[in-house]
């Protein structure tokens, strides 16, 4: 988790391959963070004829960011958690309970964290999140505000106990739900995070950045989310070592500390550093899922052109997208206007998989995947940094208007982590003025 002994524990190793590689400016940069310590969660249904408590590993897992608390109340399954699911919605003294899922037809992917604000918005008391998919256990991820704990208590169910649940209420005549407690006891306090970087080319004024995070949910150990994406940024960090030589452009290697619960590590970077010497940013995140490539260029021509003539070049297919993606670290740069892309694999099916879950082990990764990705990430960075290669940016209120038109901004708002408006309340203002 972001700002526990893990955490650092990984940026010192990256640190230390970043230095094996021959790389320059081996930094580690700290920042200060809301932490979160897991401690305890129970949830116990009362039913007509006994109690049935769920309170084991794979039933029930406590969402970065909740509160402590005892709460008493009905659970109601508001199905999919949609904003237009509780419009007009009284759930006042309840306990909300929503799917991971998001409809296929919906158009965007509906977030924990909106799903979660909603139900609290409602006035419900505590928020029950219940995976979709059989057998991957109960799903983490954080529901924090940007400056400390959510407002109510919330845990992750698994498909199974969700299922359970979502049968009980329909049992039950009328309108009201079946009565339950839920126990939370968590740790909000101060903690710190780091962000390592180093860089490899000549020394330009402009840099193209290659990025992905170190932090993970502390239920697993973080292999796919994002353990594979930090080996990655290690492995073009060597092959582009091994060409430097051939590099026009500077090339920093970052991996932001504090991803998973609000991207503390890169908006601390965007706000410490000149932006007008990024001449793009590529961050991976989501990428241990197959050796099948993605990359979502929010647009930016340039990074899809240099991916596609990868593709060509090595006879390997790689998917390019434009839609925008704002849930990982390029996000704080390419709200600012600045070129930037996320890379990722595709998986089979909806949703995470493994991810947010105890089952985001290292045997689920195959080193093959990392072989090929690395390959074909490298390529596309070095692709990036030649310097007759412009690389256009798009203007911030272009990408605020697509935001609005793709619906981003109804969830980021019911956040508060849309970009345009009031000043985000970041726990290291002092610092930045």
């Known amino acids: 988790m972001p700002g526990h002994e893990g955490e650092w524990t990984g940026a010192d190793l990256i640190a230390d391959e970043f230095r094996k590689a021959g790389l320059e400016n081996v930094t580690k940069t700290s920042f200060p963070i809301p932490g979160w310590w897991r401690e305890e969660a129970s949830l116990t249904v009362h039913l007509e004829r006994q109690d049935s408590t769920f309170a084991n590993s794979h039933e029930l897992v406590e969402l970065p960011g909740t509160p402590s608390g005892d709460v008493t109340g009905e659970i109601i399954d508001m199905g999919y958690g949609l904003p237009e699911d509780f419009e007009g919605v009284d759930l006042s003294g309840s306990i909300a309970m929503a799917s991971s899922l998001t409809p296929d037809d919906y158009g965007r992917w509906v977030h924990r964290s909106e799903k979660y604000s909603y139900a609290a918005e409602s006035g419900a008391e505590a928020f029950l999140f219940y995976n979709h998919?059989?057998?991957?256990?109960?799903?983490?991820?954080?529901?924090?505000?940007?400056?400390?704990?959510?407002?109510?208590?919330?845990?992750?169910?698994?498909?199974?106990?969700?299922?359970?649940?979502?049968?009980?209420?329909?049992?039950?005549?009328?309108?009201?739900?079946?009565?339950?407690?839920?126990?939370?006891?968590?740790?909000?306090?101060?903690?710190?995070?780091?962000?390592?970087?180093?860089?490899?080319?000549?020394?330009?004024?402009?840099?193209?950045?290659?990025?992905?995070?170190?932090?993970?949910?502390?239920?697993?150990?973080?292999?796919?989310?994002?353990?594979?994406?930090?080996?990655?940024?290690?492995?073009?960090?060597?092959?582009?070592?091994?060409?430097?030589?051939?590099?026009?452009?500077?090339?920093?290697?970052?991996?932001?500390?504090?991803?998973?619960?609000?991207?503390?590590?890169?908006?601390?970077?965007?706000?410490?550093?000149?932006?007008?010497?990024?001449?793009?940013?590529?961050?991976?995140?989501?990428?241990?899922?197959?050796?099948?490539?993605?990359?979502?260029?929010?647009?930016?021509?340039?990074?899809?052109?240099?991916?596609?003539?990868?593709?060509?070049?090595?006879?390997?297919?790689?998917?390019?997208?434009?839609?925008?993606?704002?849930?990982?670290?390029?996000?704080?740069?390419?709200?600012?206007?600045?070129?930037?892309?996320?890379?990722?694999?595709?998986?089979?099916?909806?949703?995470?998989?493994?991810?947010?879950?105890?089952?985001?082990?290292?045997?689920?990764?195959?080193?093959?995947?990392?072989?090929?990705?690395?390959?074909?990430?490298?390529?596309?960075?070095a692709k990036l940094a030649e310097a007759d290669r412009s690389v256009e940016e798009r203007p911030r209120e272009e990408i605020r208007a697509e935001a609005v038109e793709e619906g981003y901004d109804i969830g980021m708002k019911a956040t508060a982590t849309w970009p345009w408006g009031e000043p985000r309340p970041w726990p290291w203002n002092d610092q930045l003025e």
């Open 133 to 381: 998919i059989e057998g991957a256990l109960p799903p983490t991820g954080s529901i924090g505000r940007i400056d400390g704990p959510g407002p109510i208590p919330a845990v992750g169910l698994s498909k199974e106990v969700g299922a359970r649940l979502v049968r009980h209420c329909e049992d039950v005549e009328g309108d009201n739900g079946i009565e339950a407690t839920l126990s939370v006891e968590a740790r909000n306090e101060p903690a710190t995070s780091a962000n390592i970087e180093a860089v490899v080319g000549p020394d330009t004024e402009d840099e193209v950045l290659f990025t992905a995070h170190v932090d993970a949910h502390d239920v697993g150990t973080g292999a796919n989310d994002n353990g594979f994406g930090s080996a990655l940024v290690v492995g073009v960090a060597r092959i582009l070592a091994s060409i430097e030589e051939d590099l026009d452009t500077r090339v920093r290697l970052i991996v932001f500390g504090a991803e998973e619960t609000g991207l503390y590590g890169s908006y601390y970077w965007t706000h410490t550093h000149d932006l007008d010497r990024v001449k793009c940013v590529v961050n991976a995140d989501g990428a241990g899922y197959s050796r099948n490539l993605e990359i979502h260029t929010h647009g930016i021509e340039a990074i899809g052109e240099a991916f596609a003539e990868v593709s060509d070049e090595f006879g390997i297919p790689i998917k390019i997208k434009d839609g925008l993606r704002p849930h990982s670290d390029h996000w704080p740069f390419v709200q600012r206007g600045v070129a930037g892309a996320q890379a990722r694999s595709s998986s089979d099916g909806s949703g995470r998989g493994w991810g947010h879950t105890h089952g985001d082990t290292f045997d689920k990764l195959d080193p093959r995947d990392l072989r090929d990705l690395s390959v074909l990430s490298a390529a596309g960075v």
